[in-house]
């Protein structure tokens, strides 16, 4: 994500970014202007983001003190993400945490092995490009 090519400039109308780890979870997730420039990039005027995070305080714990990420809370949500997100050309439409008995239903084989922990909790940001 940090270095595109140019040939993949302005070619989605939609991205999907589902349960990442490591490097692509500690971008979206601490909204990199880097990276969230990039996915822009990526996206052409109107094109739909849609990033769902999954963790579990308790079992991924150290992954995200390893990350260098802060509590992701609601008022991190509000506070830190979207203001991030819109600084770099997304429009947010619609975001929050779900416990893991009301995520909606994802097509996704990494959903259904993450969905049956009752204390893991999803992340939503779906947002429009809202320029070029």
Not at 66 to 84: C, D, F, I
Request: hydrophobic content about 40%; glycine content about 4%; overall charge negative.
């Amino acid at each position: 994500m940090e270095a595109l090519p140019h040939e993949l400039s302005k070619i989605a109308d939609e991205v999907h970014i589902q349960f990442p780890w490591g490097s692509l979870l500690q971008a979206v997730a601490s909204g990199d202007a880097l990276i969230l420039k990039s996915l822009r990039r990526l996206c052409r005027k109107e094109a739909r983001l849609e990033v769902l995070i999954s963790f579990d305080p308790t079992r991924d714990g150290s992954e995200l003190d390893r990350l260098g990420l802060p509590e992701l809370s609601r008022e991190y949500l509000e506070q830190k993400l979207v203001p991030a997100y819109e600084a770099n050309g997304f429009m947010i439409e619609d975001y929050g945490m779900l416990p893991s008995s009301a995520w909606p239903e994802i097509e996704s084989s990494w959903a259904k092995k993450l969905r049956p922990s009752a204390t893991r909790v999803l992340i939503y940001l779906r947002a429009v490009c809202d320029r070029l």
